[in-house]
Nanobody, 128 residues
């Protein structure tokens, strides 16, 4: 059984930083692309960052470019999202996900339908 468990969410003031972690079990994160999504109340889920299986090519949403960094540790089978200069509009539930292995290894998947395994989510709240 494949399982993703996020941690690291919480309450932070605007301008602060958080580091989200996503520990995977039952499947190695090297088997496909990986990504972080977020969903704020009343809004659709959006991809904020993703990384391709091969060569490490990345995707970032325009709203987080220069502030968020996605990374992975194969030895720990863990995905990370470093979030700096946080803004109140970053407040959302953040989800990590593993992409379908059928996708190109050079593509950083950014659509919800390209992922087949999801974590339970972790709340990030940024106060002004």
């Amino acid at each position: 059984q494949v399982q993703l468990v996020e941690s690291g969410g919480g309450l932070v003031q605007a301008g602060g930083s958080l580091r989200l972690s996503c520990a995977a079990s039952g499947r190695t994160i090297s088997s496909g692309g990986v990504g972080w999504f977020r969903q704020a109340p009343g809004k659709e889920r959006e991809c904020v960052a993703a990384i391709a299986r091969l060569l490490g090519s990345t995707y970032y949403a325009d709203s987080v470019k220069g502030r968020f960094t996605i990374s992975r540790d194969y030895a720990k089978n863990t995905l990370y999202l470093q979030m700096n200069s946080l803004k109140p509009e970053d407040t959302a539930v953040y989800y990590c996900a593993l992409a379908r292995t059928s996708l190109s290894g050079y593509y950083a998947p950014r659509l919800s339908g390209e992922y087949d395994t999801w974590g339970q989510g972790t709340q990030v709240t940024v106060s002004s």
